[in-house]
């Protein structure tokens, strides 16, 4: 049977527009109503459809977070698929892709990943992709992996904080672009190298509980240089490249740079470097702890002022949630050691009202949260062929708000595991009501949850790339 959405807002081709959405009952966009008239035709020809009328709320498609650690198998006391689903259902979110770490194993060969995908089926309530995980040792792993659907690769350009993923050196990543190069596929990097002056500015008497402290131990100069190894590399090799939760303002030029040189590079940056700043992280507060960390004020502005130049690409959660035994939230002798505690932010739920809290003071619209919230990711992703769009043809994701609402962030309505976020008590704009996943709604009114309808994508390819060996 098929299904008419109806609203008095809808976000198509850059515009708002006036009309309904026909979806069939394979969940595909079959028509979009613009003129007078139509639906009541529709309604008259058509007896048996379903009419969904969301009035005043805005539908626009349903929002990619390209940036998820999800930690199912293996730490799935951090995180599973079912709850950072549904968190993201919640949130607007209709795609995510799951990162190659945490999870034990680590997604890093297509055992791994099977390992990976067979505790998902069935638990999901939103499509998600899934990324490989580039490490040493491995390479003989990737041309496989990418045949068997990963939509790309990360490495860590330092220690990762697990065992099981160790970082990769220069040498290990030229090897990586070698292989890649011709495959479509894309090589993510954490963009940190320890380097001479990492750490020099801290010593023991420093109060490891201030998160000044942990500021000054991971300087913008491990991102410098980072990305200057990514940037030197990206220009020998015909492969896509992408920064991940870039943080420190001082990086962009030469990434501008390498890309006016022709370098096929993308850059992200997270909602925390975007909302929060160095001077109101409190004391003994671990929870704002992440790696890279967030730095001051002026360069969150100077993050804002990159976005508009399009010098980032898209905005994205970098959800990585851990238990508060971890993160170092519980009582004892280690309470608030940033130093110890371990690095991540939960968000995934959250994306969409935190971005748009800022946008009005940014000067950001509509257009701009779709664009860096929606279709840039799905871009990265490799999707953008069939999600990220309300257009014919394409899958039936959408997400249905409401831009004038506002809420606060309490733990009674997070969804993702474990609750600790340094957003808690923050008031927000943007309050999601409803999130359809192909034509099915899976999430309405705050609470109400379908059964698990996502998917998992897998891009599988031809043999072809095995000639790149």
Not at 66 to 78: D, L, M, T
Not at 155 to 160: D, I, V
Not at 315 to 331: A, C, E
Request: glycine share 8%; with cysteine.
């Amino acid at each position: 049977m098929d299904t008419l959405f109806v609203s008095k807002r809808i976000f198509v081709d850059g515009e708002l527009i006036e009309g309904a959405i026909l979806v069939s009952d394979q969940g595909k966009i079959t028509d979009i109503f613009t003129k007078p008239g139509q639906v009541n035709s529709w309604i008259y020809q058509n007896g048996s459809g379903e009419i969904v009328d969301y009035g005043d709320l805005i539908i626009m498609p349903g929002l990619v977070d390209s940036h998820v650690h999800i930690n199912e198998p293996g730490r799935s006391e951090w995180e599973g698929f079912a709850t950072a689903t549904k968190a993201a259902a919640a949130g607007g979110f209709t795609t995510i892709a799951d990162m190659p770490l945490n999870s034990i194993p680590p997604t890093t060969t297509v055992e791994n990943l099977k390992a990976k995908t067979s505790v998902a089926h069935g638990k999901v309530f939103v499509d998600v992709a899934f990324w490989g995980g580039l490490i040493p040792g491995n390479a003989s792993s990737l041309l496989p992996l990418v045949q068997n659907g990963v939509i790309g690769f990360k490495c860590f350009l330092c220690p990762s904080g697990v065992p099981e993923f160790p970082h990769v050196d220069e040498e290990q990543v030229e090897e990586a672009l070698k292989i890649l190069e011709g495959t479509q596929s894309l090589l993510a990097f954490h963009a940190e190298v320890e380097c001479p002056s990492h750490g020099s500015t801290v010593n023991e008497a420093d109060n490891p509980r201030k998160y000044t402290t942990y500021l000054n131990s991971r300087p913008s100069e491990m991102e410098i240089k980072a990305i200057d190894m990514v940037t030197r590399l990206t220009a020998k090799y015909n492969v896509r490249t992408h920064i991940v939760h870039l943080s420190s303002a001082q990086s962009l030029p030469m990434i501008n740079v390498a890309r006016m040189n022709g370098a096929r590079l993308t850059v992200e940056t997270c909602h925390h470097y975007l909302t929060l700043s160095a001077e109101e992280v409190p004391d003994a507060h671990t929870e704002y702890k992440c790696a890279p960390p967030i730095r001051s004020a002026e360069n969150r502005q100077k993050l804002w002022d990159a976005i508009r130049s399009g010098e980032i690409d898209m905005v994205v959660s970098d959800h990585s949630p851990s238990t508060p035994g971890i993160k170092l939230l519980t009582y004892g002798k280690t309470r608030g050691d940033f130093m110890r505690a371990w690095g991540g932010i939960s968000s995934v739920q959250f994306g969409l009202s935190l971005f748009w809290t800022h946008c009005q003071s940014e000067g950001f619209t509509l257009a701009d949260v779709h664009r860096l919230l929606c279709q840039e990711p799905a871009k990265l992703l490799g999707i953008d062929g069939y999600k990220g769009r309300i257009a014919i043809g394409y899958d039936a994701d959408l997400c249905v708000w409401d831009p004038d609402a506002s809420f606060s962030i309490t733990s009674d309505i997070i969804h993702f595991q474990n609750k600790a976020n340094p957003y808690m008590g923050r008031v927000v704009r943007g309050k999601v009501h409803a999130t359809i996943l192909r034509g099915q709604v899976v999430f309405q009114d705050g609470e109400r949850f379908t059964n698990p309808m996502g998917k998992l994508i897998l891009k599988k390819t031809a043999k072809r790339a095995v000639q790149f060996q």
